[in-house]
């Protein structure tokens, strides 16, 4: 935390401009310049307060840069010269020395997709249940530096990173940046990039709700259609039912009906021939009507429907047959009552 008269100006966080996640020491040898020792190293820090803002840069020195121990529990400055106690003993080093601040080129060195190694691709077309991810990089530092890296998804922010790990990525397109940090705190302007797309699951596609709703339909209707033919198929039946039954019932009438009907038909006949003075030619009339009246009931027995003139000539004889029984009927009874009055 950076304070001026007991007011807070500023924060620098440790981790991304300072290697470094613990501040072990801290010494101040003229205005303008603070010395760090962390966990990592020591960090010469170079600040200005302006009337608006407080800008500092930062030179980073490391174990690749000759300090024998990481951690730095104390430092002091005497007559120019740094002394560092490390874990490893003590370092010294002038206090003006300048180390060389270059861009550091990041590079993707591996690529897991689920747990599982693949080669190396600037992009990566994936199903939608291949999305856990993992992405391994270094950086390249001809000075013996040992940068941090930090990364960002699309145009979020950037985060820091050692290894990058990404988990049940949803469906979309992930353009991951990588870059190093410099000796001095501040982005190299170099930077790895890998895109992955994450293609959709089947149910997250338009075409796939609009076939579903389509099949539901098509079921419905085909469920519809199914009863309304078995609905029609019953009826028909049931129509072709009630026909056959009265057709076996009108069948079972006429059989009923044909002893009766011929027995009245021959005395009939019979009377002709003995009521009427042996009247051959009136009994041979009436046996022509009778045979046609017998035929016509016999044919409309086996068929349901006829035709209207059938119908009509079939009363005809009926009729005729009828007023004729009915006269030889008559004579019958009143002769039988003559009979009786003699």
Known sequence: ??????????????????????????????KGTVWLGTNKGINRIEYAKGPSE???????????????????????????????????????????LS???KDI??????????????????KYTLPYYKNDITIFFTGIDLTGYQPYFEYKINNSSWVPAEKIELKRLASGTYEIRIRAIRRD??????????????????????????????LFFGLILYYLQKRNKAQQEAAVQKALTEKKLAELEMQALMAQMNPHFILNCLNSI?????????NFEQANKYLDT??????STLLHTETTWITVSEEKQYLKNT??????????NLTIILRRKEKLKN
């Open 270 to 278: 019979k009377g002709f021939i003995f009521i009427y003075e042996k």
């Open 185 to 214: 705190g501040t982005p190299s302007e170099q930077y790895a990039k890998v895109v992955f797309v994450i293609k959709k699951p089947i149910w997250e596609k338009k075409w796939f709700w609009i076939a579903l709703a389509a």
């Open 105 to 122: 080129q990041t590079i993707i060195t591996g690529i897991q997709i689920n747990n599982l190694k693949t080669n190396l691709s600037p």
């Open 1 to 30: 935390m950076v304070l001026h008269q007991n007011e807070l100006i500023a924060k620098i966080k440790l981790g991304r401009e300072i290697p470094g996640n613990l501040c072990k020491s801290f010494y101040c040898d003229r």
């Open 290 to 295: 009778f045979s046609e009246l017998l035929r």
């Open 99 to 101: 180390l060389p601040v």
């Open 54 to 96: 407080f800008c500092y840069t930062n030179t980073f020195f490391g174990v690749a840069d000759g300090l024998i121990g990481e951690q730095v529990n104390a430092i002091t400055v005497y007559q120019d010269t740094v002394y560092a106690a490390t874990v490893n003993g003590i370092s010294y080093f002038p206090a003006s």
């Open 319 to 328: 009729l005729s047959w009828k007023s004729c029984a009915s006269v030889i």
